[in-house]
């Protein structure tokens, strides 16, 4: 590890200003990701500014009593096993309990699974000199190489990594507001504005800008609780990150399916969502064939490589059986 800064602010001004000042500065809350990174040698902050002491942990109701706000750096197992998440957004809960161990949980926040990056082998080792997400311009190595886990939906020809997150499927499905804080004020971003596609800079994993924090996540109210689930498929049952996974939320009215969300993980660079395939249903009765229709609409231009052929198969049937057990849940 290369010598660095460490800064502890004790307040949001203090951390945006010295983010704005520092070259190669970088924030860290509980640190999961970063220190991995750090010790791997993809990243070499010259500064380390710690914002545990910024407050941002609340979980409570937006100010206006509808839906929740939860604090950037409130830990991964407090919104898991919180009263409110556990009654109004279940689906958030089972996501972050999927992920990771429960030592990690306990350090990491919700900020930092936000930015968390890809899990890709060819990024997260500098012994390889391919990557264009680490090294631009220097190529893919996934591209050719060993791509067992990579994406099959919204890649490039510059990056076929997928995001590693599980809260952030959740948070898709939820149409989550990310707020953040700048130079310039506040803004919000959507969820699903949050996460970039590769495209020409696969470097940037997100529309955050350089000097910009997290502050905290908007949860909008959930009509319907009851028809949540969260499925994940992994290669063990503890401690992996998911191959494919799905949060499916449906609102079933008389027999009829009146509301359709779904979010797909391990697919694709970011949480994957398909508008038309959630319109595609609405309106039809919650069996099989509604769902292999919403799923094969979802999956359509999915391309795959040389290695992970199967997740063409495990992604629809996996959709199709979160799908089926959304609408028997209760």
């Known amino acids: ?70 604090g950037a750096l409130a830990r991964n197992s407090d919104v898991a096993e919180h009263s409110l998440v556990l009654s109004q957004y279940p689906v958030l809960s089972r996501a972050l309990m999927s992920g990771a161990s429960p ?86 971003i959507p969820i699903g504005e949050f996460h970039r596609l590769p495209g020409d800079h696969p470097e940037l994993d997100t529309t955050l800008q350089p000097n910009e924090l997290i502050t905290a996540v908007d949860l909008p109210p959930m009509a319907d609780t009851k028809h949540a689930v969260y499925l994940k498929v992994r290669d063990r049952s503890l401690y992996a990150f998911a191959l494919v996974s799905v949060a499916a939320a449906l609102t079933i009215e008389n027999g009829s399916i009146t509301g359709a969300r779904i979010a797909v993980g391990g697919v694709a660079p970011k949480p994957w969502r398909e508008p038309e395939a959630e319109a595609l249903i609405q309106g039809a009765s919650p069996d099989r064939s509604t769902f292999e229709r919403a799923a094969d609409r979802l999956l359509q231009g999915a391309h795959a490589y040389r290695y992970n052929q199967y997740k063409l198969t495990l992604a629809r049937k996996s959709v199709i059986r979160a799908l089926s057990a959304a609408a028997a849940s209760a």
Not at 3 to 10: E, G
Not at 144 to 169: E, K
């Open 1 to 70: 590890m290369n010598n660095f800064a460490y800064v502890r602010p004790n307040d949001i001004d203090s951390a945006l200003n010295l983010i704005r000042t520092r070259p190669k500065a970088r924030f860290l809350a509980g640190g999961t990701n970063l220190l991995d990174l750090w010790k791997m040698g993809v990243e070499q902050p010259q500064t380390v500014i710690d914002i545990s002491r910024l407050g941002l942990r609340d979980i409570a109701p937006r100010p206006d009593g509808t839906g929740l706000r939860i």
């Open 103 to 188: 030592q990690l949980r306990n350090a990491a926040t919700v900020g930092g699974n936000l930015m968390q990056r890809t899990r890709c082998p060819y990024f997260y080792d500098p012994a390889f000199p391919a990557c264009n997400k680490r090294k631009p311009g220097s190529g893919c190595g996934a591209l050719n190489g060993y791509n067992r886990t990579h994406a099959i939906l919204g890649q490039s020809d510059l990056c076929i990594a997928t995001n590693p997150s599980d809260m952030c499927v959740a948070l898709a499905v939820l149409d989550a507001q990310i707020r953040v804080i700048g130079p310039d004020g506040e803004r919000i």
